[in-house]
Structures are given as structure tokens and as C-alpha cells.
């Protein structure tokens, strides 16, 4: 391939997304090329779920998926979603009998056990994509677009005063190619050292788009006193609880997820914290409670009544799940010690209520999150009110496309960032054909 050639449709990135839709074009007859500046294809897709790559959650179909978004437009997921489904990709995935296994909740991952891994996902998209005959170039970074109007490739200096059909001279450290049709799906912000860059938000603005301001998500965060309260020692321990965000600005709604948390010596991660990281803003609190199925006020209160012993055996019974390193680092605060060898009987309510409050609403102020480089996502991105809902066209530039994660949409953990790459794309695929 020289450069100057000429193709139906260029995909700038070649992860879930680009790899998607570049198969549904190239089966359908398009010509494509599909480029990614990565040294190594797929990479995401290949570290995701620890290897064993977490597809899809078939929490999705027969629900609002938008309960599983965060974006500043939850709806606009709404339609990619019901159009391809998470049974659509396994079906793909069975066709490829590549075995997997479910872990929680709807979530989907390659069977470790027999012997599937997230190579396996990328192999079979790749495969895909030989089917359809895509050209596949990488590492082949792009630098710049441009809107062109005529055929001998002159650069048009603005889009937005040719709304017909612009098409696209796209130059890469390759030498430039020209299509009619251009989609981004370089991805968010997440993990820039395999490849990450903010190349599609500065392509979508220099297409007349908005960005919603860009922030790790999915990322464990940090806290201010966490040294000087000695938390870092509970570094390692993990435990059920449920986690909540502030209320909203009308005092009302709050999102919850019960989850495992993981302490750090930096602060809190695992899956309860991945979770709420996608919804907090900074400076608001986050509520963490280790006992979600227990009224511990009520619980320890009654308990007085009936037992003789201390505090340590009391929380060890009312909360199972809490191992005994993290319940003796609790009475050993100073609001609890002097209390830790009175027999429970002996010990004021107030003390109780203080305690039971602390453990049931733990409410504290995270300064930061551990940003992209260990976050498995991106929050916001181009601005979803300017693209149509159902092919991913901008409604700025005809015939440019934007999918997957470059957008302002963000998944749960658990699958669904995968599924929004792969329905994305296929939407823009079906309405590249449909023209
Ligand atoms: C550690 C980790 C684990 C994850 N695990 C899961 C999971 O188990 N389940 C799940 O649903 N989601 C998971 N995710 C999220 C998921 O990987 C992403 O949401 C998904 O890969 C997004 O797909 P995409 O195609 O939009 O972007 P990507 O897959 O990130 O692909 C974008 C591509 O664009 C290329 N690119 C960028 N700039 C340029 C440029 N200028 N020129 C050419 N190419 C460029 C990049 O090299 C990259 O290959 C995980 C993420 C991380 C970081």
C-alpha cells in the first residue's frame, strides 16, 4: 500500500472499537484501513480482566442499559445497546468457540480453566478483520486530519462551510490516505503507556466538537490523613461493604454499590471503589459501610443486654465478613481504646451509637485518585449531544463517526465498557453502509 491511497472509510485506532467496525465494514465489501500508532494490536483488550479479559455482562440486554452508564446524556447509549447485544457478541464468540465462563453478575470472562485468555478475543477479532480484507497498518501514528473537497486531495481550511460531503486526507507518520468516510476510536486516557493519547478529542474539536473535561475513572482513589492515621497498616485487607456517593445537589439522590473494598497503602481500591470512582467528583465524600445487612446501633445496643463480653468479639459476631486485623485497628482508635476491655454491658450508648456510626457511615473526603495510569477507564469525552444516537455521526461533519471509549461514555466495571465499544461501533458501521 503507497501512501495517497484511497479507502471508503479510515479507522484511526485499532482497539475494540476500530477492530469492530472495521470487520463489519470490510465483510460488507468496504474498503478500509484501519490504523493504529501501537507497537502491539489490541493491547487493552489483551491486559483487560487480568488477561482473561471481562467481554461483556449480560446484565445489559433486557434492561435500561443506561443504569450502567455514566455520561452527561445516559440515553444516548440506549439505542447501540438493544441494536447489538451482549448475546450478539457471544455469539461471535461461541462461532470462535472460545470457552468463557461467568464470574458476578452477568460478567463474562475467557475460561482460565479451559485454557481461553483475552488473545483468544483478540485473535478472533482480528480474524474478523481478515475476512473482510482491512488493511491493518501499525505502528502507524496519526497526525493530522483534514476535510477535503476534492479529489487531487487539497486541503479544505474549514469543515463546517462544506456540510455536504466533506471527505478526509489523513496524514500519518506513513504518508497520507484519503477517504470518505472517517471514524475515531482512539480510545480514552487510561494506561498511556500502551498507547493512550488525546489525539480523537483534539480531531473531534478541530471538527467544531465540545469535550466533556476528560477524568480517570474507574481508579482506585487517595486519601489526606490516610499516613497520619496509620491506615496504610491495613494495606491488603479486603472485605464486602457497600459504598455510596454524596447526595445530589437537591439533597437526594445517592448511587450505592455493594462490592469487595481493597485497602492500599496509598488508600482504597477494589471493585466498590472502582465503581463509586466513576461517579465522585473531587472535594465530595464518599460513605463506606462494613456492614450493609447490619443495624450495628441497634445490634450492639441489644447485644448489651444479653452478653458480658467486649467489643472485639461483639463486631466479630455481628460482622463475619470483617476480618480481625481491621476490627482491632478500629477499637484502636482513640475514640474507641479506652473502651476495647470494658465488658459491652459496662460501655455508654453514646460510645456504641459513636462506634456504630463509624463502621455503618464511614464518611470520608478523597483528595485524588490514582489517575490514568492505573485507571481502566475515562470519564467524559466528545460531547454525545452532537453525535446521532444511532450511528454515531457527527452532526457537525458528515461522515465522521466517533466510538468506543473516546466518547463521553463510561461503563460499570464488569464488562460493559467492552459491549459499549463493540455496539458503538457496529452502529457506525450500519450507518456507513446504510449511506
Ligand atoms: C487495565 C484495564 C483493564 C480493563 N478491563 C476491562 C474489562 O475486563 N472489561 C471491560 O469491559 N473493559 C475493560 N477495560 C476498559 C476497555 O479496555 C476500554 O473501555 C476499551 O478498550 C475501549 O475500546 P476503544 O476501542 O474505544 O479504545 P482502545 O481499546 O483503548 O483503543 C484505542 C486505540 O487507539 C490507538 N490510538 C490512540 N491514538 C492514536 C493515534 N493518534 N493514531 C493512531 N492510533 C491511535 C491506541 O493505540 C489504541 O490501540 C479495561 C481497561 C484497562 C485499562
Not at 100 to 108: C, D, I, N, P
Not at 149 to 154: A, L, R, W
Not at 287 to 292: A, Q, W
Not at 377 to 397: D, F, H, P, V
Request: proline share 6%; aromatic share 10%; net charge neutral.
Amino acid at each position: 500500500m503507497t501512501t495517497g491511497h484511497h479507502f471508503q472509510t479510515i479507522i484511526i485506532g485499532a482497539g475494540a472499537a476500530g477492530l469492530m467496525a472495521a470487520s463489519r465494514l470490510g465483510q460488507a465489501g468496504h474498503s478500509v484501513l484501519l490504523l493504529d500508532a501501537a507497537p502491539k494490536i489490541g493491547e487493552k483488550i489483551r491486559i483487560a480482566g487480568g488477561g482473561f479479559c471481562n467481554f461483556t455482562n449480560t446484565h445489559i440486554d433486557g434492561f435500561d442499559a443506561s443504569n450502567y452508564y455514566v455520561s452527561e446524556n445516559p440515553k444516548f447509549v440506549r439505542y447501540a445497546l438493544s441494536n447489538f447485544t451482549a448475546q450478539d457478541f457471544i455469539a461471535l464468540v461461541e462461532q470462535y468457540q472460545i470457552p468463557y465462563t461467568e464470574k458476578h453478575r452477568g460478567q463474562l470472562f475467557c475460561d482460565r480453566e479451559q485454557k481461553a485468555s483475552s488473545k483468544d478475543i483478540v485473535a478472533m477479532l482480528l480474524n474478523e478483520c481478515r475476512k473482510g480484507n482491512v488493511d491493518l497498518r501499525y505502528p502507524c501514528k496519526v497526525h493530522a486530519i483534514h476535510s477535503i473537497t476534492t479529489e487531487n486531495g487539497t486541503p479544505h481550511s474549514e469543515h463546517l462551510d462544506n456540510p455536504h460531503s466533506p471527505r478526509f486526507r489523513v496524514e500519518t507518520t506513513e504518508g497520507f490516505f484519503t477517504a470518505d468516510h472517517l471514524i475515531i476510536a482512539t480510545g480514552g486516557l487510561a494506561i498511556p503507556k500502551i498507547g493512550a493519547t488525546d489525539f480523537g478529542y483534539e480531531i473531534a474539536q478541530s471538527f467544531g466538537h465540545t469535550i466533556i473535561p476528560p477524568r480517570p475513572a474507574l481508579v482506585p482513589l487517595h486519601f489526606d490523613f490516610w499516613e497520619q492515621d496509620h491506615f496504610v497498616a491495613l494495606a491488603g485487607i479486603s472485605l464486602p461493604v457497600s459504598v455510596s456517593t454524596a447526595k445530589d445537589q437537591k439533597g437526594k439522590k445517592t448511587i450505592t454499590f455493594q462490592e469487595d473494598l481493597l485497602f492500599r497503602h496509598k488508600g482504597l481500591s477494589g471493585p466498590a471503589i472502582l465503581q463509586i470512582s466513576s461517579y465522585w467528583q473531587p472535594g465530595q465524600t464518599i460513605t463506606l459501610n462494613f456492614s450493609p445487612e447490619v443495624d450495628l446501633e441497634s445490634a450492639l445496643i441489644a447485644l448489651k443486654t444479653s452478653v458480658k463480653y467486649q467489643l472485639e468479639r461483639a463486631l466479630t459476631e455481628l460482622i463475619p465478613a470483617m476480618p480481625k486485623r481491621l476490627i482491632q485497628f478500629w477499637l484502636n482508635r482513640p475514640e474507641f481504646a479506652e473502651h476495647q476491655t470494658t465488658p459491652l454491658p459496662e460501655i455508654p450508648n453514646k460510645i456504641l451509637q459513636a462506634l456504630a456510626t463509624s463502621l455503618n457511615q464511614w464518611t470520608i473526603t478523597p483528595c485524588g485518585t490514582d489517575g490514568y495510569k492505573t485507571a481502566e477507564a475515562t470519564r467524559g469525552g466528545i460531547n454525545t449531544k452532537e453525535l446521532n444516537a444511532k450511528t454515531m455521526e457527527s452532526q457537525y461533519c458528515p461522515n465522521l463517526y466517533c466510538i468506543g471509549e473516546v466518547v463521553d461514555v463510561v461503563g460499570w466495571l464488569g464488562g460493559y465498557n467492552f459491549q459499549w465499544a463493540w455496539a458503538s461501533a457496529v452502529c457506525a458501521a450500519k450507518g456507513i453502509l446504510a449511506k
